[in-house]
DNA sequence: CGTATTTGACCAGCGC
DNA sequence: GCGCTGGTCAAATACG
């Protein structure tokens, strides 16, 4: 499921307080993914460390085995929200094969309505997007474009995410060594989407991807992505 | 030759 | 008002 995925079609608000953020760390650690969490990775340095204090102090590590409690008990619980997302998505993907412009309609007045309640900082090292909406906002604020940072590991400037876009400038930006990039949907005037990338100061491998809006086409299926010659 | 990218110029917002 | 900064435009250039 990439971001794509996820903004074309619907958007599930697995917000479950700060729970959230533990989750996504469990989800970095358990798949592997390309993110490079500087608080997520122990050393083998730091393992030896952690093994030492665990024979010199026996409370921490009674601490250190409620953490993995908690960790596993929270990858069963991600686990079982990737699955209702899954069974979601399958019947939005039957909804839309069955009716697709009834669907279609309904399903963009539920994102504007969620674009005006919603403020997105996500973080994923994988090619997918998940959105944390904050319910506390007011549904009557004003509309302002879904925005999401993502952090990806990449040689390039350049990363898949299922669609095409077009560069349009690029800006060195203070406190920053590396210029970063400003790209449109290539679907524009009519998709309102840009995207902004820039290198991470401290990690230069770790390119930080600043989405602003949503798609409202679907996305391009691989074949034509290859037409194109999508980066 | 058409399309995509590069890059300097321009503009708007913000703080002082 | 001025300077700084981020974002966008558009002409020039590169590429297939």
Not at 29 to 53: A, D
Not at 82 to 89: D, G, M, N, Q
Not at 173 to 190: E, G, K, L, Q, T
């Amino acid at each position: 499921m990439g971001s794509s995925t996820d903004s074309s079609i619907i958007s599930l608000d697995l917000s479950i307080g700060s729970l959230q953020s533990s989750i996504n760390h469990t989800r970095h650690r358990n798949e592997n993914s390309e993110l490079s969490l500087s608080h997520g990775r122990r050393t083998k340095k730091e393992e030896g460390v952690v093994q030492g204090t665990l024979q010199a102090e026996p409370e921490m590590a009674e601490e250190m085995r409620r953490v993995v409690e908690e960790n596993t008990r929270l990858a069963g619980m991600l686990a079982a929200i990737c699955e209702s997302h899954r069974a979601l998505r399958a019947q939005v993907i039957e909804m839309m094969s069955s009716s697709p412009s009834s669907f279609t309609a309904s399903a963009m007045k539920k994102r504007k309505l969620e674009a005006a309640v919603s403020q997105v900082d996500v973080v994923s090292g994988q090619k997918e997007n998940s959105w944390r909406c904050s319910p506390a906002k007011p549904a009557t604020e004003e509309v302002k474009p879904r925005v999401s940072k993502v952090y990806i590991r990449a040689d390039g400037l350049e990363q898949k995410d299922g669609y095409h876009w077009r560069k349009y400038g690029q800006k060195m930006i203070r406190d920053n060594p590396y210029p970063r990039a400003y790209f449109r949907c290539s679907f524009a005037p009519v998709c309102p989407v840009k995207k902004k990338v820039q290198r991470c100061t401290e990690n230069q491998s770790v390119l930080v991807v600043t989405y602003e809006g949503e798609h409202n086409h679907v996305q391009p299926s691989p074949a034509e992505l290859d037409l194109n010659g999508v980066s």
